[in-house]
Structure formats: structure tokens, C-alpha cells
């Protein structure tokens, strides 16, 4: 695994911070892009977990402070974010899942950083060819893609892996050789 140094001491590699939001959990997922190669390394990924309990505007502060404490330690220079996605039967779900969004968009500003909304849709067929992949298909190709000895749980922290690995893969099709 490559360190932060590593990615410090070489100024071309790039970090990029893969977000899966939710109030509840929010997983991240932080991978690095080395020149000259086509496969991003896993550095480091993790859930900020938020109390259910807090009123929303609590959580969303508590979202905020996690997040920027997370981008002043790993310093990546892109952040990916899955699309809003609204089912018919549930749009409650997007309306409150924009909250999070929102908090996390305003943390990449804040820091300059541009931001890739992906599709869910096409992380889930970037890593494992179906792009209505479930939960455990996502865990299971995570875990074998990052050779990870147990699949990543819970599953907000695959899924923010697999955001950040889709949009790093993305990153270096667009890299001149």
C-alpha cells in the first residue's frame, strides 16, 4: 500500500476521495492514482457514523466537521460523489439524502476541489460488470479488487471504495501515456 508520503513526496500522483452520502452513515473511500499507472491503490477507507438521534441540522454539522478533518489529514485532490437518485415509490429518500449531498459538495468547494457525480448505475458496472449490482456484489468486488482479506462492511464503505476506485479508472483512461 502506498502511504500519504508517497503521494506527497510525488506531486503527480492523485488522491481521490470516493463519498457514498446517507444522515446516518456516510462512508468514504480515499484512493491513490500513481503516473503511469492504470490502477488506483487503495489508501484508506472508513465510515463517519451519525447519530440517528440528533436533529438532522446536528447530524449534518457533525457530517461537516467529520469531512473536513478527513480532507485536512488525506488532502486528495478530486472527490467523487454518487448521483442523487429518486425512486418514484420514495422521494423522501433523495430529498433527505440532498441534505448530505449538499454538506459534502460545500466541504469540496470550501477546499477547491472538483467534484465527479457519478451514477450508481455505472460505479456498480465499472467494478462488477452489472450495473444493478447489490450490496454484497459491490462488497465481494471491492474486496477482491483491493485484496482486502474480508469484504469491507458495513456496505457504505464498499460503495464509497468502489466511487472513488470507478472515477480514478476514469481519471487515468483521460492520462496521456
Known sequence: MISYLDAVENPRTTRV???????R????GLVDLHPGQRE???VEAGVFRLDARQP???RLVQLRDDLRDLISEHRPQRVAVEKLY???AHPRTAILMGHARGVILLCAAEKSLPVEHLPSTEVKKSLTGNGHANKRQM????????NLPE??????????IAIALCHARRLATRAPA
Open 139 to 146: 462488497q465481494l468486488a471491492v474486496q477482491s479488487q483491493c
Open 86 to 88: 429518486a425512486h418514484y
Open 40 to 42: 488506483p491503490a487503495l
Open 25 to 28: 452513515l456516510t462512508g468514504y
Open 56 to 58: 438532522m441540522e446536528q
Open 151 to 160: 469484504p469491507p462492511e458495513p456496505a457504505d464503505v464498499a460503495d464509497a
Open 17 to 23: 476521495l470516493g463519498i457514498d452520502p446517507g444522515l
